[in-house]
């Protein structure tokens, strides 16, 4: 049984580089099934299924559905998506795509529950395996939207050059996919390879030295401050024991619940006023340590030769 959606909306949700959206009002539309039924264990997908009758919400109680299987919490995982592959469970190269795609999901799910999380030997093999068929794939399409996921696959693969080549080729392309090319850039910039929510992000520059060549890459404070909600003030830092540079907001959203004022309290000042954001303590990411201060490398000496001056690098207009 396939629930019919009649509406539905992306409030909250999360956008993911791999083309993944999760949320609490986004339906889990399956296009691909296992059958489970243990005598069948067939695929198939959902447009070629025989629909035999259409029932409304209130009759899915019914005696006579008790043993329906309901598709709309179904979700097909890494085991059968590789078993749709092996036994070429697909008519042309897009039903391969679409297999292909939802098995990147799939492993990219481990990484969505838990950032930290790490591929065993044979799960890394897959994954490769898998990205690098599509990336052969997708190297013969030629709209910008699947251009711009080639290069999200050679990120997501390791192979940061050719993302930033593939990229750059379509530098001057606006509008479609923007924010997500900007993104994509950035992470292929410090070389991280794993699936990112696109929302999550912060987009980057460069600045380089022109005595030494030393780079530094942080958040580029133009974009983090015209996103950020009341201007939380994103501003770099350097850290005093271990030269660390890094990019923090100076306020934060305050982790204590809304609470209102009572009358008295407001009369003779016994609480102090809830604030949605309040000061960050800003520390190093790398030693943990406060003994910080701002750094501006616009302004400010190398932080390796403290002789040159750092240059900021456009990676795009």
């Not at 540079?245 to 609480?271: D, E, I």
Request: proline share 3%; aromatic share 12%; hydrophobic share 35%.
């Amino acid at each position: 049984m396939n629930h019919v959606i009649g509406s539905s909306n992306t409030f909250n949700s999360h956008y993911y580089s791999d083309g993944h959206l999760e949320g609490q009002f986004i339906p889990n539309r399956p296009s691909i099934v296992k059958c489970n039924n243990s005598d069948c264990g067939k695929f198939f997908n959902i447009t070629d299924a025989i629909k035999i009758e259409q029932i409304d919400e209130y009759e899915i109680d019914a005696p006579e559905w008790k043993d329906v299987f309901n598709l709309s919490n179904y979700i097909i995982g890494v085991k059968e998506l590789e078993e749709a592959l092996q036994i070429r469970f697909y008519k042309d190269e897009n039903e391969e795509i679409a297999i292909r795609t939802l098995l990147l999901r799939r492993y990219n799910d481990k990484y969505r529950k838990d950032e930290n999380y790490q591929f065993s030997p044979s799960e890394s093999e897959s994954f490769n395996r898998n990205l690098i068929r599509l990336i052969r794939i997708y190297e013969r399409r030629t709209s910008i939207e699947e251009i711009l996921f080639l290069a999200e696959l050679y990120r997501e693969n390791g192979d940061f050059n050719s993302c930033i080549l593939i990229l750059d080729e379509i530098s001057a392309e606006k509008g479609t996919g923007r924010n997500l090319y900007e993104k994509i850039y950035s992470q292929a910039k410090v070389k991280d390879s794993k699936v990112f929510d696109v929302n999550g992000i912060a987009v980057k520059m460069e600045y380089k030295c022109s005595n030494c060549g030393d780079s530094l890459i942080l958040f580029d404070l133009d974009w983090a401050n015209s996103i950020s909600e009341h201007l939380m003030g994103y501003k770099h830092f350097i850290c005093k024991n271990d030269s660390t540079v890094f990019s923090a907001p100076l306020k934060v959203l305050n982790p204590v619940n809304y609470y209102g004022l009572n009358f008295f309290q407001k009369l003779f000042k016994t609480k102090e006023p809830y604030s949605k954001f309040i000061a960050n303590n800003i520390t190093c990411p790398k030693c943990e340590g406060e003994k910080v201060e701002v750094f501006n490398p616009e302004l400010q000496c190398c932080i390796q030769c403290n002789n040159g001056k750092y240059e900021t690098i456009k990676w795009f207009d």
